[in-house]
Every structure is written in C-alpha cells, then in structure tokens.
Nanobody
Framework: QVQLVESGGGLVQPGGSLRLSCLAP????????IGWFRQAPGKEREGVSC????????YYADSVKGRFIISRDNAKNTFYLQMDSLKPEDTAVYYC??????????????????WGQGIQVTVSS
C-alpha cells in the first residue's frame, strides 16, 4: 500500500511561515503529479497548490497566490509546500496527494490516487 507521510505542520502566528513536507517512499515521484489540499472545519476540501507530472503546469488557489510555493525533490521522493505570510484563514488540515501522469485539472482532488493522513496547520496569535 502506497503511503504518503506529511510533516512540518503546527501552530504559527499570523505573518509567520511553515514548510510542509510529504515523503512518498514507494513512488518514483518524477512520474507523478503532486498536490496539496486542505480542509477547514465545516468547509469542503479545496486544492491549495498542485504541480503537473512534467512540472510545466502549476496551480495555486487564488487565496494563496504570492504566499505559497510548491516544489519537489524527486531524488528524495519528497515534495514541499512553503507557506509564508500565513493568515488565520489558512488554518486547516493539510493533505498531500499524488497521482500518475496528470497534467490538467490539477486541483481536482478526485483525480488523485494516493493521499497522506493529513496534518494540522493552525495560524493564531
């Protein structure tokens, strides 16, 4: 069973930064599109940032543009979400996901085959 393991979440003050990591030891990560999704209490899951299998297409939700950056290190089977200038409305459980070969509709969570267990990010003073 393929497992993705998130790390790097926690409590941070508004304006602060966090970097989420997602380790995918069973995947040849370069063959997969990757994504970060989040779900806040009482809200639906939303795509936050995604990257196509060929790294040519990047998706960012409007609410995070200019503040978050997605990246990957295929040699380490790990991908990241750098989150800067965090706001209280960024508070949510964040999930990493991966799926083979995807280049379009990156923000559609239903297209992803593999998911992490979720990690809490809380932005509060």
């Amino acid at each position: 069973q393929v497992q993705l393991v998130e790390s790097g979440g926690g409590l941070v003050q508004p304006g602060g930064s966090l970097r989420l990591s997602c380790l995918a030891p069973a995947l040849t990560l370069g063959r997969y599109a990757i994504g970060w999704f989040r779900q806040a209490p009482g809200k639906e899951r939303e795509g936050v940032s995604c990257l196509s299998v060929d790294d040519r297409v990047t998706y960012y939700a409007d609410s995070v543009k200019g503040r978050f950056i997605i990246s990957r290190d295929n040699a380490k089977n790990t991908f990241y979400l750098q989150m800067d200038s965090l706001k209280p409305e960024d508070t949510a459980v964040y999930y990493c996901a991966a799926t083979p070969g995807l280049t379009v509709f990156l923000q559609e969570g239903s297209l992803y085959d593999y998911w992490g267990q979720g990690i809490q990010v809380t932005v509060s003073s």
